[in-house]
Protein backbone atom coordinates (compact mmCIF):
# COMPACT_ATOMS: atom_id res chain seq x y z
CA UNK A 1 0.00 0.00 0.00
CA UNK A 2 1.64 3.20 -0.57
CA UNK A 3 2.25 5.41 2.43
CA UNK A 4 -1.05 7.82 2.81
CA UNK A 5 0.87 10.68 4.53
CA UNK A 6 2.53 10.84 1.36
CA UNK A 7 -0.10 11.90 -0.37
CA UNK A 8 -2.02 15.11 -0.56
CA UNK A 9 -5.07 13.40 0.57
CA UNK A 10 -3.67 10.98 3.21
CA UNK A 11 -6.04 12.77 5.74
CA UNK A 12 -8.94 10.95 4.02
CA UNK A 13 -7.97 7.40 4.38
CA UNK A 14 -6.88 7.94 7.58
CA UNK A 15 -10.20 9.56 8.43
CA UNK A 16 -12.19 7.20 7.41
CA UNK A 17 -9.93 4.27 9.40
CA UNK A 18 -10.52 6.64 12.39
CA UNK A 19 -14.26 6.70 11.82
CA UNK A 20 -14.82 3.31 11.13
CA UNK A 21 -15.81 3.91 7.54
CA UNK A 22 -12.92 2.21 5.41
CA UNK A 23 -14.10 -1.51 3.60
CA UNK A 24 -12.97 -4.13 5.50
CA UNK A 25 -10.23 -4.82 2.68
CA UNK A 26 -8.82 -1.38 2.74
CA UNK A 27 -8.93 -0.99 6.52
CA UNK A 28 -6.82 -4.51 6.78
CA UNK A 29 -4.47 -3.11 4.19
CA UNK A 30 -4.22 0.15 6.04
CA UNK A 31 -3.36 -1.73 9.17
CA UNK A 32 -0.51 -3.84 8.04
CA UNK A 33 0.35 -0.19 6.56
CA UNK A 34 0.66 0.89 10.07
CA UNK A 35 2.88 -2.15 11.20
CA UNK A 36 5.28 -0.84 8.85
CA UNK A 37 5.03 2.57 8.93
CA UNK A 38 6.10 5.32 11.71
CA UNK A 39 5.00 8.66 10.72
CA UNK A 40 1.23 7.13 9.98
CA UNK A 41 1.35 4.78 13.35
CA UNK A 42 1.53 8.68 14.86
CA UNK A 43 -1.10 10.29 12.73
CA UNK A 44 -3.08 7.68 13.12
CA UNK A 45 -2.86 7.61 17.27
CA UNK A 46 -3.31 11.56 16.85
CA UNK A 47 -6.41 11.79 14.87
CA UNK A 48 -8.04 8.69 17.38
CA UNK A 49 -6.64 11.00 20.10
CA UNK A 50 -9.04 13.67 18.52
CA UNK A 51 -11.51 11.78 17.91
CA UNK A 52 -12.24 10.78 21.33
CA UNK A 53 -11.67 14.20 22.42
CA UNK A 54 -14.57 15.06 20.34
CA UNK A 55 -17.00 12.75 21.31
CA UNK A 56 -16.40 13.92 25.09
CA UNK A 57 -18.65 17.36 24.08
CA UNK A 58 -22.21 17.15 24.40
CA UNK A 59 -23.87 19.91 23.99
CA UNK A 60 -26.53 21.55 26.31
CA UNK A 61 -29.97 20.37 25.97
CA UNK A 62 -32.88 22.31 24.68
CA UNK A 63 -35.32 24.25 26.57
CA UNK A 64 -38.24 22.53 27.49
CA UNK A 65 -40.44 25.59 25.89
CA UNK A 66 -38.30 25.46 22.71
CA UNK A 67 -41.90 24.61 20.74
CA UNK A 68 -43.95 26.47 22.57
CA UNK A 69 -42.32 29.19 22.18
CA UNK A 70 -41.73 28.43 18.50
CA UNK A 71 -45.52 28.00 17.91
CA UNK A 72 -46.17 31.69 19.73
CA UNK A 73 -43.50 33.71 16.83
CA UNK A 74 -45.28 31.41 14.00
CA UNK A 75 -48.72 32.28 15.69
CA UNK A 76 -47.98 35.84 16.15
CA UNK A 77 -46.39 36.05 12.56
CA UNK A 78 -49.39 34.51 11.06
CA UNK A 79 -52.35 36.95 12.84
CA UNK A 80 -50.04 39.73 11.78
CA UNK A 81 -50.15 38.65 8.05
CA UNK A 82 -52.59 41.02 6.01
CA UNK A 83 -56.01 39.89 5.42
CA UNK A 84 -55.03 40.02 1.34
CA UNK A 85 -52.97 37.83 1.99
CA UNK A 86 -54.68 35.56 4.03
CA UNK A 87 -57.69 35.67 1.51
CA UNK A 88 -55.09 34.81 -1.21
CA UNK A 89 -54.39 31.70 0.91
CA UNK A 90 -57.60 30.49 1.64
CA UNK A 91 -58.90 31.18 -1.79
CA UNK A 92 -56.44 29.17 -3.36
CA UNK A 93 -56.84 26.23 -0.50
CA UNK A 94 -60.67 26.27 -2.01
CA UNK A 95 -59.44 26.32 -5.46
CA UNK A 96 -57.27 23.64 -4.93
CA UNK A 97 -59.88 21.54 -3.10
CA UNK A 98 -62.63 22.60 -5.39
CA UNK A 99 -61.16 21.97 -8.85
CA UNK A 100 -58.51 19.36 -8.95
CA UNK A 101 -59.65 17.78 -12.31
CA UNK A 102 -58.95 21.95 -13.61
CA UNK A 103 -55.30 20.64 -12.01
CA UNK A 104 -54.98 17.49 -14.00
CA UNK A 105 -56.21 19.15 -17.55
CA UNK A 106 -53.53 21.98 -16.86
CA UNK A 107 -50.56 19.63 -16.39
CA UNK A 108 -52.48 17.84 -19.49
CA UNK A 109 -51.96 20.16 -21.71
CA UNK A 110 -48.21 21.38 -20.29
CA UNK A 111 -47.72 17.55 -21.75
CA UNK A 112 -48.94 18.47 -24.97
CA UNK A 113 -47.91 21.76 -25.30
CA UNK A 114 -44.08 21.28 -23.68
CA UNK A 115 -41.12 22.28 -25.76
CA UNK A 116 -37.98 20.88 -23.98
CA UNK A 117 -34.83 22.30 -23.01
CA UNK A 118 -32.74 23.09 -26.67
CA UNK A 119 -35.33 23.14 -29.17
CA UNK A 120 -36.38 26.99 -28.83
CA UNK A 121 -33.14 29.78 -28.69
CA UNK A 122 -33.54 31.75 -25.89
CA UNK A 123 -35.28 34.56 -26.75
CA UNK A 124 -34.51 37.27 -23.69
CA UNK A 125 -33.89 34.82 -20.78
CA UNK A 126 -34.54 31.59 -20.67
CA UNK A 127 -34.87 28.72 -23.24
CA UNK A 128 -38.07 26.48 -22.07
CA UNK A 129 -41.93 27.79 -23.04
CA UNK A 130 -43.83 28.18 -19.73
CA UNK A 131 -47.37 27.23 -19.24
CA UNK A 132 -48.14 29.99 -17.32
CA UNK A 133 -52.10 29.54 -18.49
CA UNK A 134 -52.43 33.43 -18.25
CA UNK A 135 -50.61 33.54 -14.29
CA UNK A 136 -47.39 35.58 -14.42
CA UNK A 137 -45.49 37.12 -11.58
CA UNK A 138 -46.82 40.05 -9.38
CA UNK A 139 -45.31 43.33 -11.65
CA UNK A 140 -43.93 44.20 -8.19
CA UNK A 141 -41.49 41.01 -7.99
CA UNK A 142 -40.78 42.29 -11.82
CA UNK A 143 -40.01 45.12 -10.84
CA UNK A 144 -38.26 44.17 -7.70
CA UNK A 145 -36.07 41.74 -9.87
CA UNK A 146 -34.85 44.71 -12.28
CA UNK A 147 -33.75 46.37 -9.47
CA UNK A 148 -31.67 43.77 -8.24
CA UNK A 149 -30.67 43.55 -12.39
CA UNK A 150 -29.59 46.66 -12.25
CA UNK A 151 -27.48 46.89 -8.81
CA UNK A 152 -26.09 43.23 -9.81
CA UNK A 153 -24.75 44.52 -13.05
CA UNK A 154 -22.47 46.49 -11.30
CA UNK A 155 -20.45 44.03 -10.36
CA UNK A 156 -20.31 42.54 -14.16
CA UNK A 157 -20.06 39.13 -12.99
CA UNK A 158 -20.12 38.31 -16.49
CA UNK A 159 -15.90 37.39 -16.92
CA UNK A 160 -16.35 35.47 -14.11
CA UNK A 161 -19.64 33.62 -15.13
CA UNK A 162 -17.99 33.24 -18.52
CA UNK A 163 -15.07 31.17 -17.43
CA UNK A 164 -17.74 29.09 -14.99
CA UNK A 165 -19.76 28.22 -17.65
CA UNK A 166 -16.68 27.02 -19.88
CA UNK A 167 -15.54 24.82 -16.75
CA UNK A 168 -18.96 23.38 -16.98
CA UNK A 169 -18.86 22.13 -20.97
CA UNK B 1 -57.26 16.91 -0.26
CA UNK B 2 -56.28 13.04 -1.05
CA UNK B 3 -57.88 12.82 -4.73
CA UNK B 4 -55.98 15.86 -5.70
CA UNK B 5 -52.45 13.86 -4.47
CA UNK B 6 -53.89 11.46 -6.64
CA UNK B 7 -54.85 13.50 -9.50
CA UNK B 8 -51.54 15.51 -9.11
CA UNK B 9 -49.70 12.45 -8.96
CA UNK B 10 -51.04 10.84 -11.96
CA UNK B 11 -51.11 14.39 -13.80
CA UNK B 12 -46.56 14.51 -12.71
CA UNK B 13 -46.80 10.82 -14.43
CA UNK B 14 -48.20 12.07 -17.40
CA UNK B 15 -45.53 15.29 -17.55
CA UNK B 16 -42.33 13.65 -16.01
CA UNK B 17 -43.07 9.46 -16.23
CA UNK B 18 -39.77 9.06 -18.83
CA UNK B 19 -37.47 11.32 -16.40
CA UNK B 20 -38.51 9.07 -13.32
CA UNK B 21 -38.51 5.38 -15.24
CA UNK B 22 -35.33 7.02 -16.76
CA UNK B 23 -33.49 7.33 -13.20
CA UNK B 24 -35.35 4.13 -11.69
CA UNK B 25 -33.78 2.18 -14.50
CA UNK B 26 -30.35 3.54 -13.11
CA UNK B 27 -30.17 6.07 -15.86
CA UNK B 28 -26.50 7.21 -15.66
CA UNK B 29 -24.69 10.72 -16.75
CA UNK B 30 -25.45 12.51 -14.19
CA UNK B 31 -27.56 15.73 -14.58
CA UNK B 32 -31.65 14.21 -15.41
CA UNK B 33 -33.01 15.70 -18.95
CA UNK B 34 -35.12 18.07 -17.15
CA UNK B 35 -32.97 19.93 -14.58
CA UNK B 36 -32.32 22.94 -15.55
CA UNK B 37 -28.65 24.81 -14.61
CA UNK B 38 -28.65 27.83 -13.28
CA UNK B 39 -28.33 29.67 -16.35
CA UNK B 40 -31.31 28.54 -17.74
CA UNK B 41 -33.43 29.19 -14.09
CA UNK B 42 -36.40 31.29 -14.59
CA UNK B 43 -36.66 34.78 -12.87
CA UNK B 44 -39.63 37.28 -12.29
CA UNK B 45 -38.17 39.12 -15.45
CA UNK B 46 -38.28 36.08 -17.67
CA UNK B 47 -41.81 34.67 -16.67
CA UNK B 48 -42.75 38.56 -17.53
CA UNK B 49 -41.16 38.06 -20.77
CA UNK B 50 -42.93 34.82 -21.67
CA UNK B 51 -46.12 36.47 -21.02
CA UNK B 52 -48.35 37.80 -24.11
CA UNK B 53 -48.30 41.82 -24.94
CA UNK B 54 -51.30 41.83 -23.65
CA UNK B 55 -50.58 40.36 -20.25
CA UNK B 56 -47.34 42.24 -20.10
CA UNK B 57 -49.58 45.51 -21.03
CA UNK B 58 -52.35 44.80 -17.91
CA UNK B 59 -49.40 44.17 -15.52
CA UNK B 60 -47.58 47.43 -16.53
CA UNK B 61 -50.42 49.36 -16.12
CA UNK B 62 -50.57 48.69 -12.57
CA UNK B 63 -47.68 50.46 -12.17
CA UNK B 64 -48.10 54.18 -11.83
CA UNK B 65 -46.63 56.13 -14.39
CA UNK B 66 -42.83 57.03 -13.49
CA UNK B 67 -42.50 53.53 -12.21
CA UNK B 68 -43.56 52.35 -15.04
CA UNK B 69 -41.37 54.21 -17.36
CA UNK B 70 -38.43 53.22 -15.21
CA UNK B 71 -39.35 49.59 -15.49
CA UNK B 72 -40.12 49.69 -19.62
CA UNK B 73 -36.51 51.54 -19.51
CA UNK B 74 -34.80 48.90 -17.31
CA UNK B 75 -36.67 45.88 -19.73
CA UNK B 76 -35.23 47.98 -22.83
CA UNK B 77 -31.84 48.40 -21.51
CA UNK B 78 -31.73 43.97 -20.35
CA UNK B 79 -32.82 43.18 -23.50
CA UNK B 80 -30.11 45.03 -25.46
CA UNK B 81 -27.49 42.76 -23.43
CA UNK B 82 -25.19 40.27 -25.08
CA UNK B 83 -26.93 36.52 -24.09
CA UNK B 84 -23.63 36.12 -22.33
CA UNK B 85 -23.89 38.84 -19.77
CA UNK B 86 -27.79 38.50 -19.85
CA UNK B 87 -26.54 34.78 -18.35
CA UNK B 88 -24.47 36.21 -16.06
CA UNK B 89 -26.85 38.39 -14.62
CA UNK B 90 -29.34 35.77 -14.20
CA UNK B 91 -26.97 33.15 -12.42
CA UNK B 92 -26.09 36.09 -9.89
CA UNK B 93 -29.96 36.92 -9.41
CA UNK B 94 -30.67 33.31 -8.77
CA UNK B 95 -27.73 32.94 -6.19
CA UNK B 96 -28.73 36.16 -4.57
CA UNK B 97 -32.91 34.73 -4.19
CA UNK B 98 -31.21 31.51 -2.72
CA UNK B 99 -30.19 33.42 0.53
CA UNK B 100 -32.84 33.95 3.22
CA UNK B 101 -34.87 37.36 2.64
CA UNK B 102 -32.55 39.02 5.77
CA UNK B 103 -29.36 37.78 4.15
CA UNK B 104 -30.30 38.88 0.97
CA UNK B 105 -31.50 42.10 2.05
CA UNK B 106 -27.81 42.87 3.93
CA UNK B 107 -26.63 42.16 -0.12
CA UNK B 108 -28.66 44.66 -1.45
CA UNK B 109 -27.39 47.31 0.86
CA UNK B 110 -23.97 45.96 0.04
CA UNK B 111 -24.36 46.65 -3.34
CA UNK B 112 -26.35 50.04 -2.93
CA UNK B 113 -22.99 50.91 -1.14
CA UNK B 114 -21.26 49.48 -3.77
CA UNK B 115 -23.01 51.74 -5.91
CA UNK B 116 -22.33 54.42 -3.89
CA UNK B 117 -18.15 54.14 -4.40
CA UNK B 118 -16.25 56.57 -6.35
CA UNK B 119 -15.24 54.50 -10.51
CA UNK B 120 -12.03 54.10 -9.23
CA UNK B 121 -12.74 52.08 -5.99
CA UNK B 122 -15.58 50.03 -7.83
CA UNK B 123 -12.88 48.91 -10.15
CA UNK B 124 -10.55 48.10 -7.48
CA UNK B 125 -13.44 46.16 -5.72
CA UNK B 126 -14.69 44.01 -9.12
CA UNK B 127 -10.93 43.27 -9.67
CA UNK B 128 -10.77 41.87 -6.35
CA UNK B 129 -13.92 39.64 -6.82
CA UNK B 130 -12.70 38.76 -10.38
CA UNK B 131 -9.28 37.09 -8.67
CA UNK B 132 -11.59 35.73 -5.85
CA UNK B 133 -13.70 33.89 -8.35
CA UNK B 134 -10.59 32.13 -9.60
CA UNK B 135 -9.84 30.79 -5.93
CA UNK B 136 -11.42 27.74 -3.61
CA UNK B 137 -13.80 28.85 -1.05
CA UNK B 138 -10.76 27.91 1.57
CA UNK B 139 -8.74 30.31 -0.34
CA UNK B 140 -11.03 32.65 -0.69
CA UNK B 141 -11.71 32.38 3.01
CA UNK B 142 -7.63 33.14 3.19
CA UNK B 143 -7.03 35.72 0.84
CA UNK B 144 -10.02 37.86 2.48
CA UNK B 145 -8.48 38.18 5.96
CA UNK B 146 -4.77 38.30 4.60
CA UNK B 147 -3.02 41.53 5.25
CA UNK B 148 -2.38 42.58 1.60
CA UNK B 149 -6.55 42.60 1.36
CA UNK B 150 -6.58 44.56 4.58
CA UNK B 151 -4.03 46.85 2.98
CA UNK B 152 -5.92 47.44 -0.35
CA UNK B 153 -9.06 48.21 1.21
CA UNK B 154 -10.90 50.58 4.04
CA UNK B 155 -12.91 48.90 6.20
CA UNK B 156 -16.04 49.46 4.14
CA UNK B 157 -14.65 48.48 0.81
CA UNK B 158 -13.16 45.07 2.87
CA UNK B 159 -17.30 43.86 3.86
CA UNK B 160 -18.21 44.86 0.59
CA UNK B 161 -15.87 42.67 -0.91
CA UNK B 162 -17.01 40.23 1.74
CA UNK B 163 -20.30 40.82 0.82
CA UNK B 164 -20.03 40.47 -2.49
CA UNK B 165 -17.70 37.42 -2.37
CA UNK B 166 -21.03 35.28 -1.39
CA UNK B 167 -22.32 35.71 -4.82
CA UNK B 168 -19.55 34.18 -6.91
CA UNK B 169 -20.02 31.15 -8.50
CA UNK B 170 -18.11 28.44 -5.97
CA UNK B 171 -15.77 26.71 -7.41
CA UNK C 1 -27.27 11.34 15.83
CA UNK C 2 -26.14 10.95 12.01
CA UNK C 3 -28.07 11.88 9.22
CA UNK C 4 -27.52 8.85 7.26
CA UNK C 5 -30.41 8.24 5.25
CA UNK C 6 -32.35 9.54 1.91
CA UNK C 7 -31.41 10.56 -1.57
CA UNK C 8 -32.47 13.21 -3.63
CA UNK C 9 -36.20 12.96 -4.39
CA UNK C 10 -37.63 13.52 -7.11
CA UNK C 11 -36.18 15.51 -10.50
CA UNK C 12 -37.40 18.69 -10.12
CA UNK C 13 -35.79 22.06 -11.14
CA UNK C 14 -32.94 22.67 -9.42
CA UNK C 15 -32.90 24.48 -5.89
CA UNK C 16 -29.50 23.42 -6.13
CA UNK C 17 -28.09 23.70 -9.17
CA UNK C 18 -24.97 21.19 -8.27
CA UNK C 19 -26.85 18.31 -7.07
CA UNK C 20 -27.11 15.48 -9.30
CA UNK C 21 -29.42 12.31 -9.17
CA UNK C 22 -26.90 9.59 -10.33
CA UNK C 23 -29.83 7.27 -10.70
CA UNK C 24 -28.21 4.56 -9.59
CA UNK C 25 -30.80 1.78 -8.37
CA UNK C 26 -34.22 2.72 -7.59
CA UNK C 27 -35.81 5.63 -6.22
CA UNK C 28 -35.30 6.48 -2.67
CA UNK C 29 -37.82 8.76 -0.97
CA UNK C 30 -36.55 10.97 1.86
CA UNK C 31 -39.04 10.37 4.19
CA UNK C 32 -38.95 13.76 5.68
CA UNK C 33 -39.30 15.70 2.23
CA UNK C 34 -42.80 14.13 1.88
CA UNK C 35 -43.49 15.28 5.24
CA UNK C 36 -42.37 18.80 4.47
CA UNK C 37 -44.56 18.40 1.35
CA UNK C 38 -47.59 17.62 3.94
CA UNK C 39 -46.69 20.79 5.82
CA UNK C 40 -47.06 22.47 2.13
CA UNK C 41 -50.53 21.26 1.62
CA UNK C 42 -51.45 22.18 4.78
CA UNK C 43 -50.84 19.29 7.50
CA UNK C 44 -49.68 21.13 10.86
CA UNK C 45 -48.99 17.81 12.34
CA UNK C 46 -46.17 16.92 9.93
CA UNK C 47 -44.86 20.14 10.64
CA UNK C 48 -44.64 19.17 14.49
CA UNK C 49 -43.42 15.94 13.44
CA UNK C 50 -40.31 17.54 11.36
CA UNK C 51 -39.11 19.71 14.62
CA UNK C 52 -39.24 16.61 17.23
CA UNK C 53 -37.18 15.13 14.40
CA UNK C 54 -34.59 17.57 13.86
CA UNK C 55 -34.77 19.79 16.40
CA UNK C 56 -32.40 18.67 18.49
CA UNK C 57 -29.19 17.96 16.18
CA UNK C 58 -30.20 21.49 14.42
CA UNK C 59 -29.59 22.91 18.20
CA UNK C 60 -26.69 21.10 19.02
CA UNK C 61 -24.84 22.03 15.60
CA UNK C 62 -25.57 25.56 16.46
CA UNK C 63 -24.43 25.75 19.84
CA UNK C 64 -20.99 23.88 18.62
CA UNK C 65 -21.14 26.35 15.97
CA UNK C 66 -21.74 29.61 18.07
CA UNK C 67 -20.52 28.21 21.66
CA UNK C 68 -23.52 30.07 23.15
CA UNK C 69 -26.54 28.28 24.36
CA UNK C 70 -28.59 31.18 24.07
CA UNK C 71 -27.95 32.41 21.13
CA UNK C 72 -28.07 28.61 19.52
CA UNK C 73 -31.68 27.97 20.63
CA UNK C 74 -32.51 31.69 18.78
CA UNK C 75 -31.06 30.61 15.93
CA UNK C 76 -32.37 27.10 16.25
CA UNK C 77 -36.08 28.88 16.25
CA UNK C 78 -35.20 31.18 13.42
CA UNK C 79 -33.87 27.97 11.74
CA UNK C 80 -37.76 26.18 11.93
CA UNK C 81 -39.58 29.43 11.32
CA UNK C 82 -37.94 30.01 7.90
CA UNK C 83 -38.77 26.30 7.31
CA UNK C 84 -42.42 27.00 7.99
CA UNK C 85 -42.17 30.49 6.41
CA UNK C 86 -40.82 28.58 3.01
CA UNK C 87 -43.60 26.02 3.11
CA UNK C 88 -46.23 27.06 0.35
CA UNK C 89 -43.27 27.42 -2.22
CA UNK C 90 -41.29 24.25 -0.49
CA UNK C 91 -39.67 22.04 -3.67
CA UNK C 92 -37.93 18.80 -2.64
CA UNK C 93 -35.09 19.91 -4.86
CA UNK C 94 -32.42 18.60 -2.06
CA UNK C 95 -32.67 16.23 0.68
CA UNK C 96 -34.71 17.96 3.55
CA UNK C 97 -31.51 18.01 6.01
CA UNK C 98 -29.45 19.40 3.12
CA UNK C 99 -31.92 22.54 3.36
CA UNK C 100 -32.18 22.83 6.93
CA UNK C 101 -28.70 22.26 7.71
CA UNK C 102 -27.84 24.70 4.63
CA UNK C 103 -30.26 27.48 6.54
CA UNK C 104 -28.90 26.27 10.06
CA UNK C 105 -25.10 27.42 8.57
CA UNK C 106 -26.09 30.23 6.98
CA UNK C 107 -27.66 31.73 9.68
CA UNK C 108 -24.66 30.63 12.21
CA UNK C 109 -21.93 32.18 9.97
CA UNK C 110 -24.09 35.61 9.79
CA UNK C 111 -24.23 35.36 13.50
CA UNK C 112 -20.62 34.75 13.49
CA UNK C 113 -19.88 37.36 11.38
CA UNK C 114 -22.18 40.13 13.09
CA UNK C 115 -20.21 39.50 16.27
CA UNK C 116 -23.22 38.23 18.57
CA UNK C 117 -21.26 35.11 20.07
CA UNK C 118 -20.43 35.63 23.88
CA UNK C 119 -18.02 33.30 25.61
CA UNK C 120 -19.73 30.90 27.11
CA UNK C 121 -18.93 30.71 30.88
CA UNK C 122 -17.98 27.14 31.61
CA UNK C 123 -17.70 25.24 34.89
CA UNK C 124 -18.06 22.33 36.43
CA UNK C 125 -21.75 23.30 38.23
CA UNK C 126 -24.00 25.05 35.25
CA UNK C 127 -27.05 26.78 35.71
CA UNK C 128 -29.91 25.82 33.91
CA UNK C 129 -32.72 28.32 32.61
CA UNK C 130 -34.94 27.20 35.39
CA UNK C 131 -32.21 27.54 37.82
CA UNK C 132 -31.19 23.94 38.58
CA UNK C 133 -27.56 22.96 38.34
CA UNK C 134 -26.96 20.73 35.93
CA UNK C 135 -25.01 17.88 37.53
CA UNK C 136 -22.20 15.77 34.97
CA UNK C 137 -22.60 12.16 34.85
CA UNK C 138 -21.05 10.57 37.10
CA UNK C 139 -18.05 8.56 34.98
CA UNK C 140 -16.24 7.38 38.03
CA UNK C 141 -13.49 9.63 37.86
CA UNK C 142 -12.16 11.94 41.10
CA UNK C 143 -12.00 15.37 41.67
CA UNK C 144 -8.80 15.80 39.54
CA UNK C 145 -9.34 13.58 37.14
CA UNK C 146 -12.65 15.64 36.92
CA UNK C 147 -10.65 18.61 36.37
CA UNK C 148 -8.37 17.33 33.95
CA UNK C 149 -11.51 16.09 31.90
CA UNK C 150 -13.38 19.51 31.66
CA UNK C 151 -10.00 21.53 30.82
CA UNK C 152 -9.58 19.16 28.04
CA UNK C 153 -13.18 19.43 26.93
CA UNK C 154 -12.68 23.39 27.39
CA UNK C 155 -9.08 23.11 24.98
CA UNK C 156 -11.35 21.58 22.69
CA UNK C 157 -14.11 23.84 22.37
CA UNK C 158 -11.44 26.75 22.16
CA UNK C 159 -9.56 25.01 19.22
CA UNK C 160 -13.10 24.47 17.23
CA UNK C 161 -13.57 27.87 17.80
CA UNK C 162 -10.81 28.71 16.62
CA UNK C 163 -10.94 27.28 13.05
CA UNK C 164 -12.69 29.64 10.41
CA UNK C 165 -16.51 29.31 10.17
CA UNK C 166 -16.50 27.24 7.10
CA UNK C 167 -14.18 24.80 8.16
CA UNK C 168 -15.52 24.40 11.90
CA UNK C 169 -19.30 24.12 10.03
CA UNK C 170 -17.57 20.91 8.09
CA UNK C 171 -16.11 19.54 10.74
CA UNK C 172 -19.10 19.30 13.35
CA UNK C 173 -21.44 18.05 9.98
CA UNK C 174 -18.56 15.49 9.55
CA UNK C 175 -18.24 14.45 13.01
CA UNK C 176 -21.53 15.05 14.83
CA UNK C 177 -24.05 14.63 11.99
CA UNK C 178 -22.34 11.66 10.17
CA UNK C 179 -22.87 13.35 7.03
CA UNK C 180 -20.77 12.47 3.99
CA UNK C 181 -18.72 15.16 1.95
CA UNK C 182 -21.09 15.09 -0.80
CA UNK C 183 -23.78 16.38 1.09
CA UNK C 184 -21.60 18.73 3.17
CA UNK C 185 -20.85 20.09 -0.13
CA UNK C 186 -24.16 20.60 -0.67
CA UNK C 187 -24.76 22.24 2.60
CA UNK C 188 -21.81 24.79 2.11
CA UNK C 189 -22.49 24.98 -1.21
CA UNK C 190 -19.21 23.80 -2.84
CA UNK C 191 -17.27 21.21 -4.25
CA UNK C 192 -16.64 17.56 -2.93
CA UNK C 193 -13.06 18.33 -3.00
CA UNK C 194 -13.78 21.81 -1.60
CA UNK C 195 -15.01 19.59 1.29
CA UNK C 196 -12.23 17.49 1.85
CA UNK C 197 -9.67 20.16 1.85
CA UNK C 198 -11.66 22.66 4.10
CA UNK C 199 -12.28 18.92 6.69
CA UNK C 200 -8.75 17.92 6.31
CA UNK C 201 -7.27 21.07 6.93
CA UNK C 202 -9.19 21.29 9.91
CA UNK C 203 -8.79 18.27 10.81
CA UNK C 204 -4.95 18.99 10.99
CA UNK C 205 -5.01 21.80 12.97
CA UNK C 206 -7.39 20.53 15.33
CA UNK C 207 -4.64 17.87 15.69
CA UNK C 208 -2.40 20.22 16.22
CA UNK C 209 -3.99 22.16 18.67
CA UNK C 210 -4.68 19.32 20.80
CA UNK C 211 -1.38 17.57 20.44
CA UNK C 212 -0.08 18.20 23.95
CA UNK C 213 -3.29 16.76 25.47
CA UNK C 214 -2.22 13.29 23.80
Known amino acids: MECPSKREDSSEVLISYV ?8 QIAFERHLEACGRCRELTA ?5 WAALDTWAPAELSADFNERLYERIASEESSRPKWAERLTKAGLAWQQAVPVVAACAALMVVFLWRGPGTEPGVYFG ?27 QLDFRSVAESALRKKI | MRATYLIAALALMLCGGPEF ?6 HRGGVVSNRRSPEQEKTPVDEFERMSPEQQEKALAKLPPERRKKVEAQLAKLRSLPPEQRAAL ?20 ALQKFGSQPADRQEAIRQELRQLSGLSAEDRAVRLKSPEFRSTFNHGEQQIVRDMADLLPAR | MGYGTGILFGAQPSWDARVNYDGTGPVSIDQDAVLMLRVREGDQASFGVLLQRHRRPVFHFLCRMVQNQAVAEELAQEVFLRVYRSRSTYEPTAKFTTWLFRIATRLALNSLRDGKKEKLQDSLEEETPDG ?15 MMYQARLREVREAIEELPAKQRAAVLMHKYDDMEYSQIARVLRCSDSAVKSLLFRAYESLRFALAHLV
Open chain 1, 46 to 50: AQQEL
Open chain 1, 127 to 153: EEAVASQGRGPQIEQVESALEDFEMLG
Open chain 3, 132 to 146: TSRQLPDRGRTIEQE
Open chain 2, 21 to 26: AQGAQG
Open chain 2, 90 to 109: RQTYNRLSEFPPERQQQLRK
Open chain 1, 19 to 26: EGSLSPSA
